[in-house]
């Protein structure tokens, strides 16, 4: 069963067997309640808004070359449940290159690494909630879950709010991806309209000329349309 949230939205529950990992990882003793949460950000990372460089936010500038692939930019806006900007957020991005692999140890998919492409990125938003970031359209690749097992395209979101312990992480998908039937973290979000939500729309205005396509993904942080958030780490490889 899904776990309903208090704002009745519905939710994947924690232990979803079709997505074999969760079985193993999910918590199995009640949430332990923090008292002062003030003393866990004293035990936290910190980051200032001089640590976000305008560079951050193009994961094709980052190395000496240019990155092999499909360049795209993805654009939205991070918005509460009452449309309104939430403003001087981090929002930050990791994904497979085109080939469908991640620049990370664990990973030995047998496809290429791009020395011109790590893949991860950052940015703040800015007064109207905005963000905007240039990459490479990621590939699908392979996972253990299950016998030809493949995870559609996707781009990874986390979202940050006044504190590290308000963190809120999500996943982009891409339109008309004949993987989402095969999925099952995607088929795991039960209410189909919350599974849309998670689909980026290509918007031809927001392509650049000779430069790379767009697509528009916004984030609703709670309400009857919030975007799906994940309750737990991200898929075993």
């Keep these: 069963m899904a776990a309903i949230r208090p704002d009745g939205d519905v939710h994947p529950s924690r232990s979803y067997a079709p997505y074999r990992s969760t079985l193993l990882r999910h918590p199995t003793q009640p949430l332990v309640v923090v008292e002062d949460p003030e003393a866990v950000e004293l035990t936290g ?26 360049r795209i930019t993805v654009t939205g806006r991070v ?21 469908g692999r991640y620049a990370h140890q664990r990973d030995q998919h047998a496809a290429p ?27 699908a690749y392979p996972w253990r879950n299950h016998l030809n097992a493949w995870r559609p395209a996707h781009i990874h979101f986390s979202l940050f709010g006044t ?24 088929q795991s979000i039960t209410d189909p309209a919350a599974r849309e939500r998670l689909i980026a729309a290509y918007v031809h205005d927001l392509s650049q000329h000779e430069w790379s396509l767009g697509y528009r993904f916004d984030i609703v942080l709670d309400g009857p349309g919030a975007t799906w958030t994940e309750q737990q780490e991200d898929e075993a490889r």
């Design 163 to 186: 504190a590290f312990t308000q963190r809120l992480i999500t996943q982009m998908y891409f339109p008309g991806d004949p993987l989402f039937a095969h999925d099952p973290i995607y």
């Design 113 to 139: 690494l791009d020395p011109n492409f790590t893949g991860a990125g950052r940015c703040l938003t800015d007064d109207q909630g905005g963000y905007t970031f240039t990459t490479i359209k990621p590939g």
């Design 79 to 99: 918005l509460d449940r009452d449309g309104r900007p939430v403003r001087g957020q981090l929002v930050e991005i990791w994904q497979a290159n085109a080939s």
């Design 45 to 70: 990372p910190v980051f200032g808004h001089t640590d976000v460089t305008a560079l951050d936010s193009d994961l094709t500038r980052l190395h000496s070359g240019e990155p092999l692939g499909e």
